[in-house]
C-alpha cells in the first residue's frame, strides 16, 4: 500500500461541526503536510508539521504528529460550507537531497449547511 | 490563486494527436514538478526539474516528454497516447526541492 494512507475516505458533517481526518504512513519522513483540493481543481498547502514537531495549529486546522505511530491527524474546528473538499496528507522522504512528496488518496469531506 | 497557471485547463485528443501542456510560474521558484491524478489512485509524481535540470523520471513512459526551457516555464509533450492516460495533470513548483509545493489548476485531459 502506498506511503500515506487517510481515514476516512469520506466525512460527511453539518456546518459548525468539528472534522477529523487521519493519516498513517510506513517510513521515516523528513515532515508531513496536508493539501486540500476542491473538486477537479490544483492542491492547495494547508500546513507542515516537521518531523521533531508534535502539533501546530494555523487558524481553524490543527495538525498532530505521532513519529512513533507514523500517524498523524488534521482537524479543522468549526467547519464551513466552503471546507468541503478532499483533504490529502503529503509525507515528504529525503532522497539524495530532492524532497519527494507522497500524496495518500485523500478524505472527502462534506460539510452540509 | 497560488501564481502557478496551466493551459489549457481541458483537452481532448485522440490516440494519434500530438500535443503540449504548458506551465508557467512567475514566483521565482527553481524546481517545477509533474504530476498525475486518475480516479481513486493517489497522486503520482512524474518529472522534477531543478534549475531547468531534470532530476526525477519517474519510470513515465516516453510517450509523455518534458521540457524545461526555463525556471518559470514547463511542457508536457503528448504523442500516441492511450486511453488510460486520461487523467488531471498538475504541475506545481517550489522554492528549491525541499519545500511546499504550489499547484496550478490541472488540465483536465480526455483521451479517446
Redesign the interface.
Known amino acids: 500500500s ?1 506511503q ?1 494512507e487517510e481515514d476516512p475516505q469520506a466525512l460527511s458533517i453539518q456546518e459548525g461541526e468539528n472534522a477529523t481526518m487521519n493519516c498513517s504512513y510506513k517510513t521515516s519522513i ?1 515532515n508531513l ?1 496536508w ?1 486540500r483540493q476542491n473538486s ?6 494547508l500546513i ?1 508539521i516537521r518531523s521533531n514537531e508534535r502539533e501546530k495549529h494555523s487558524g481553524r486546522l490543527r495538525v498532530t504528529l505521532d513519529t512513533s505511530k507514523k500517524s498523524s491527524s488534521l482537524l479543522i474546528t468549526a467547519s464551513r460550507a466552503a471546507d468541503t473538499a478532499s483533504y ?1 496528507c ?1 509525507t ?1 522522504l ?1 532522497n539524495t ?9 485523500g478524505t472527502r469531506l462534506l460539510v452540509s449547511p | 490563486e ?1 501564481g ?1 497557471t ?1 493551459t489549457p485547463r481541458h483537452l481532448v485528443m485522440g490516440m494519434t494527436n500530438k500535443k503540449s501542456l504548458k506551465c508557467e510560474q512567475h514566483l521565482g521558484h527553481n524546481a517545477m514538478y509533474w504530476y498525475k491524478q486518475s480516479a ?4 503520482e ?1 512524474m518529472f ?1 526539474y ?1 534549475f531547468k535540470e531534470q ?2 523520471n519517474n519510470s513515465v513512459p516516453s510517450r509523455f516528454s518534458p521540457e524545461c526551457p526555463n525556471s518559470s516555464h514547463l511542457f508536457l509533450h503528448l504523442h500516441t497516447l492511450q486511453p488510460e492516460d486520461s487523467a ?1 495533470y ?1 504541475c ?1 513548483s517550489s522554492p528549491e ?10 488540465t ?1 485531459l480526455t483521451v479517446l
Open positions: 502506498q500515506g523528513n503536510q493539501y477537479g481543481r490544483g492542491l492547495v498547502h507542515l490529502f503529503a515528504a529525503m537531497g530532492f524532497q519527494k512528496l507522497v500524496f495518500g488518496t | 497560488t502557478v496551466q481513486k489512485k493517489p497522486l509524481l522534477v531543478n532530476t526525477e488531471l498538475l506545481a526541492r525541499t519545500d511546499t509545493q504550489y499547484f496550478g489548476p490541472g483536465r
